[in-house]
């Protein structure tokens, strides 16, 4: 199943992003997780794709089995990090052979401590080349990519961005996911640029429910996201209390999907960081409010 076809506003879906494990324990824990969330009827689960060595073998193989598994819609990442042609038009072949229909094209972070990103030789320096090479290629994946509300981090201007965006989805994508928020006013507000500047694919707002203090602060610096001030002295009250900072993840995250539906999203992606019970609890409310 294409993922366009399950994007609509008039009936929106969930859906849920892994990472691939390190270790085949890893792996074996992560499908039973997958497991889990299948009885919340995803639209789709998608697996990031790492910044080089083995979990990348892993990516492919974990799409591949949970489409043949679970049943589920899967769609694999790809990032342009450390590849030439061939090798992505190798990658590319292999996933089209699984029978995988949807993937998600990135161009993916510079090294840890590097200085900008630098194209691998024979391969793409932006996003939007990797997309022009696939529907060049004439694969017939859906395409989707991402997307920054508040601004990609290289960015000199959320306009600059957003042309950049634009060039992007013309290069052939059938929609886009952002990266995560936790201020609704964001996603509205970039809806309405893209929407201004010609960009009409859906944008599926990205969600990731607070479950830890130390690693928001770590995606935060890495990604941007703006905390608003009310949540972050909530957060900071509760740092050391594992159950009662879930609470508040769950709650706000809830809080941010019921205004997102009500105001007509065509489907919701969770950041699961491979963990189902805080996904479980907001998708579980949510349906019942439905
Ligand atoms: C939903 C989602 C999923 C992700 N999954 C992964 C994953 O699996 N693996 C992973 O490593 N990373 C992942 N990322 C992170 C992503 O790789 C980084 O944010 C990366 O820095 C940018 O990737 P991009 O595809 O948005 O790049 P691009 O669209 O290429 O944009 C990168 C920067 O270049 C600028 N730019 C674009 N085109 C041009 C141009 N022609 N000229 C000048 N500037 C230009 C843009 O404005 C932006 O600042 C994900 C991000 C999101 C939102």
């Known amino acids: 199943m294409k993922i366009r076809y399950r994007l609509n506003p008039s009936n929106p879906c969930f859906s849920f992003e892994f990472y691939p494990?390190?270790?085949?324990?890893?792996?074996?824990?992560?499908?039973?997780?997958?497991?889990?969330?299948?009885p919340l009827a995803p639209g789709f689960v998608s697996v990031t794709y790492g910044a080089g060595g083995s979990t990348r073998e892993r990516t492919l193989d974990l799409v591949t089995r949970i489409k043949r598994?679970?049943?589920?819609?899967?769609?694999?990442?790809?990032t342009c990090v450390g590849h030439d042609r061939d090798e992505l038009r190798a990658l590319l072949r292999r996933l089209a052979e699984a029978g995988v229909e949807n993937v998600l094209v990135l161009r993916g972070d510079p090294?840890?401590?590097?200085?900008?990103?630098?194209?691998h030789e024979g391969g793409f320096a932006y996003a939007s080349e990797l997309v022009q090479f696939i529907r060049d290629e004439d694969f017939g994946f859906c395409l989707g990519g991402a997307c920054y509300p508040e601004g990609h981090v290289e960015t000199v201007s959320r306009e600059t961005d957003l042309t950049n965006l634009k060039?992007?989805?013309?290069a052939g994508l059938d929609f886009v996911i952002t990266q995560l928020f936790f201020d609704n006013a964001f996603y509205f507000d970039f809806v309405e640029r893209a929407h201004r500047a010609g960009i009409n694919v859906p944008i599926v707002p990205g969600i990731m429910p607070i479950t830890n203090y130390e690693q928001l602060q770590r995606f935060t610096r890495m990604c941007g996201a703006t905390v608003p001030m009310r949540l972050a002295l909530q957060l900071e009250r509760v740092r050391d209390q594992p159950e009662a900072l879930m609470q508040l993840g769950v709650a706000h995250a809830t809080v941010q999907c019921m205004e997102l539906l009500a105001r007509g999203v065509p489907g919701i992606h969770f950041y699961t960081l491979n963990k189902s019970p805080a996904t479980r609890m907001i998708v579980g409310a949510l349906r019942a409010r439905s």
Not at 30 to 38: G, S, Y
């Open 21 to 38: 494990p390190k270790t085949d324990e890893g792996t074996e824990a992560l499908l039973k997780t997958v497991e889990e969330l299948a």
């Open 69 to 78: 598994d679970t049943g589920i819609t899967a769609m694999a990442h790809l």
């Open 111 to 119: 090294p840890t401590g590097g200085s900008g990103f630098v194209a």
């Open 167 to 170: 060039r992007k989805v013309d």
